[in-house]
């Protein structure tokens, strides 16, 4: 067991001079051995107290409710010694908690919090905002629109709601919900122009038949609802009432899925194209939102990341068969991978076959790596370069990466978790559309005319926050922290970048180290990083030396799992490190690339059959900042590979 104690004690000297922005990450988190207590501690205590003189300062003629002298009652006691009791049975259990902050820890999408976040939560909850409306949180909900802006301008989205098409964003409980809401936005736009047809709506441009109402792409349909409302307006008050009345009736958010399919016999429920590498919430969003996971078709990757041709293939067997398309979701960043799919890939085909009369919209499920676009942009917002964005990293970006991070610009809608790469609490997921106009085709409230271009409407519209998002009551202290979080460190690589840039320095010596363990450890096992890694996720197969069986090396690495996961049963402080497993299968990878992997491990290929039909790799999230300990000299990397090896060559010897 490798000595826990820095030697020589107590600290050595520093062992790096350090790089640009490394003293300000210094103050950015709490810190693996809670460095930054003090500035944490005067935080809260201050702003504790600045919230009290509050109360105290909003009638202050009022008098103590509770009287002065209620401390000394044995009742009150009482009550405060049972409160503890609890708190201290809840403190003591929470230490089996997953120890995130540490740099021992590279299993899931967690890490440290950033302090300007979790201080901006702390302070902000004793106010308790609602962001349901500004009712509620005058405050807050204004905050969260400001952050929704913040994440748009992060995309290359229009920010500027002085812009009649300016971008709108709202947060979620998590990506996940993020997803349905990008589901049910795209379909009120699809389904909104065919809503018109059947109103009988006619000198505006509606198209001529319903296959062509249903394949307007987004664009197109936020421009005819814009022409759609601005007719209204034109009207008399009764006027408007009927025909707005007509479109409601035939609204597929009125009928229903059954009843509104039934009225366009021409019009098959919409798919929506997926790669295989996915999160299962696009599984969920699909049956959630009635459309049924059949209707989820799901495209080979190659790479791990979305095969360009089989969605072009894919996209025209759609067309021949006349198979309306909802969405392609485009992965920025897959959660067991952490591959990005080719964003400009796919906007280009779907401007070929939009030619051919199928239009659909792009959703960028950027869950797990839409921070990193910070990394992309120039404090002014412009993008920057691969060779600037290059300087610094030894593969990063691959060209291919720098291309999907450019064309986010040109989709049209985007999923980001502030709780992953955001280093936020969780309760923040994010959804962010590129023109705000199609929120009123998800508004609760009818009456949705609304001024163009005008920036304090658009902010007295979204105040309204409870109209257009799939929850209702919710945390504006949420809100604050992301908000805060967004002004202390804005996001382009100069500030909030410095904590992706550490993540992917990170993975790059990961995937180094990776090489020299594969080359220390022949004979004893067979270990390759199956796939280069994209971003900040780097996977690990293993196979024992001599073994040509699948089904024992999966067992093998489940069995080296055990050691590598949390147990509760088990004192936290017995764990060396945490890492998570996954599975490569066929189709993600491709053929070519399969027979690679399974050859370097030394695994006969025809042990992969259909009912052992994939790999088991340890898979790891390299998003703490620390992994690299410049203060001291340490790679918790190199620590984790020794720790590797002495468990390995344990296992393996006779
Ligand atoms: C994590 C993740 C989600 C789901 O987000 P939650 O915040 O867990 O709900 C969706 N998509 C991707 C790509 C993810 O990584």
């Given at each position: 067991m490798p000595n826990t104690l820095p030697s020589p004690y107590p600290f050595p000297p520093p062992a790096h001079a350090p790089e640009p922005g490394q003293r300000m990450l210094d103050a950015c988190f709490l810190g693996p051995y809670g460095e930054?207590?003090?500035?944490?501690?005067?935080?809260?205590?201050?702003?504790?107290?600045?919230?009290?003189h509050w109360r105290r300062n909003f009638h202050p003629e009022d008098p103590p409710a509770i009287p002065t002298s209620a401390a000394q009652h044995p009742e009150y006691l009482a009550l405060e010694a049972r409160m503890r009791r609890e708190l201290h049975q809840l403190s003591a259990a929470l230490k089996q908690s997953v120890p995130f902050h540490s740099p021992r820890y590279i299993g899931h999408m967690a890490s440290d919090l950033l302090l300007p976040g979790l201080a901006a939560q702390i302070l902000a909850l004793p106010y308790n905002p609602n962001n349901v409306s500004e009712d509620a949180a005058p405050i807050t909900v204004q905050l969260e629109v400001l952050a929704g802006l913040q994440l748009a301008r992060m995309f290359g989205y229009p920010s500027d709601p002085a812009r009649p098409d300016c971008a709108f964003g709202h947060l979620t409980s998590g990506g996940t919900l993020a997803n349905y809401q990008a589901l049910r936005m795209a379909l009120a736009l699809k389904a909104f122009p065919v809503a018109l047809r059947a109103?009988?709506?006619?000198?505006?441009?509606?198209?001529?038949?319903?296959?062509?109402?249903?394949?307007?792409?987004?664009?197109?349909?936020?421009?005819?609802l814009v022409r759609w409302q601005d007719w209204l307006s034109t009207l008399g008050e009764g006027e408007r009432r009927r025909w707005r009345a007509r479109f409601q009736e035939q609204r597929l958010e009125t009928l229903g899925m059954f009843e509104f399919f039934s009225r366009h016999p021409g019009l098959k429920v919409p798919q929506v194209l997926a790669p295989v590498t996915a999160h299962y919430s696009w599984s969920k969003g699909l049956k959630m939102l009635g459309l049924g996971r059949a209707q989820l078709r799901l495209v080979a990757t190659r790479g791990m990341r979305m095969d360009a041709a089989a969605l072009r293939?894919?996209?025209?067997?759609?067309?021949?068969?006349?198979?309306?398309?909802?969405?392609?979701?485009?992965?920025?960043?897959?959660?067991?991978?952490?591959?990005?799919?080719?964003?400009?890939?796919?906007?280009?085909?779907r401007a070929d076959v939009a030619?051919?009369?199928?239009?659909?919209?792009?959703?960028?499920?950027?869950?797990?790596?839409?921070?990193?676009?910070?990394?992309?942009?120039?404090?002014?917002?412009?993008?920057?370069?691969?060779?600037?964005?290059?300087?610094?990293?030894?593969?990063?970006?691959?060209?291919?990466?720098?291309?999907?991070?450019?064309?986010?610009?040109?989709?049209?809608?985007?999923?980001?978790?502030?709780?992953k790469l955001g280093y936020l609490p969780y309760g923040t997921g994010a959804f962010v559309c590129r023109d705000h106009r199609a929120t009123a085709l998800v508004s609760e409230q009818a009456d949705y005319v609304f001024k163009q271009g005008d920036r304090d409407d658009y902010m007295t519209r979204y105040r309204q926050l409870g109209q257009f998002i799939p929850e209702g009551s919710k945390a504006g202290a949420a809100a604050a922290a992301v908000y805060v979080t967004h002004r202390v460190l804005p996001l382009d690589h100069a500030n909030f970048g410095l904590m992706p840039r550490q993540t992917v320095l990170a993975?790059?010596?990961?995937?180094e180290r990776a090489q020299r363990f594969a080359d220390d450890m022949?004979?004893?096992?067979?270990?390759?990083?199956?796939?280069?890694?994209?971003?900040?996720?780097?996977?690990?197969?293993?196979?024992?030396?001599?073994?040509?069986?699948?089904?024992?090396?999966?067992?093998?690495?489940?069995?080296?799992?055990?050691?590598?996961?949390?147990?509760?049963?088990?004192?936290?402080?017995?764990?060396?490190?945490?890492?998570?497993?996954?599975?490569?299968?066929?189709?993600?990878?491709?053929?070519a690339e399969l027979h690679c992997i399974l050859d370097a491990l030394g695994i006969d290929p025809t042990t992969m059959h259909e009912d052992n039909d994939r790999l088991v790799i340890l898979r790891h999230t390299l998003m703490n900042p620390h992994l690299i300990d410049h203060e001291n000299g340490i790679s918790y990397i190199d620590r984790y590979f020794e720790y590797l090896g002495t468990l390995l060559r344990g296992r393996t010897s006779p």
């Open positions: 930054n207590d003090t500035l944490l501690e005067k935080l809260v205590v201050e702003f504790l107290r600045d919230h009290v109103a009988g709506v006619a000198d505006i441009g509606v198209p001529g038949d319903d296959w062509q109402a249903f394949n307007l792409a987004p664009d197109a349909a936020i421009d005819l293939e894919a996209l025209e067997q759609c067309e021949r068969e006349r198979q309306p398309v909802l969405m392609v979701v485009a992965v920025l960043g897959s959660t067991e991978y952490g591959t990005i799919d080719p964003v400009d890939a796919i906007v280009q085909a030619a051919r009369g199928l239009g659909f919209g792009i959703h960028v499920d950027a869950a797990w790596g839409g921070y990193l676009a910070t990394l992309f942009r120039n404090p002014d917002g412009s993008l920057r370069g691969l060779d600037e964005v290059h300087a610094g990293y030894r593969d990063f970006p691959q060209p291919e990466v720098h291309a999907a991070f450019a064309a986010l610009a040109e989709t049209d809608s985007v999923t980001v978790d502030p709780h993975a790059e010596a990961f995937q022949r004979g004893v096992v067979a270990a390759t990083v199956p796939f280069p890694p994209d971003s900040n996720l780097v996977c690990l197969a293993l196979n024992p030396h001599g073994n040509r069986d699948l089904a024992i090396a999966n067992a093998f690495v489940r069995r080296l799992y055990d050691e590598l996961r949390c147990d509760p049963q088990r004192p936290l402080q017995v764990k060396q490190f945490f890492s998570s497993i996954t599975t490569l299968q066929r189709a993600m990878v491709g053929e």
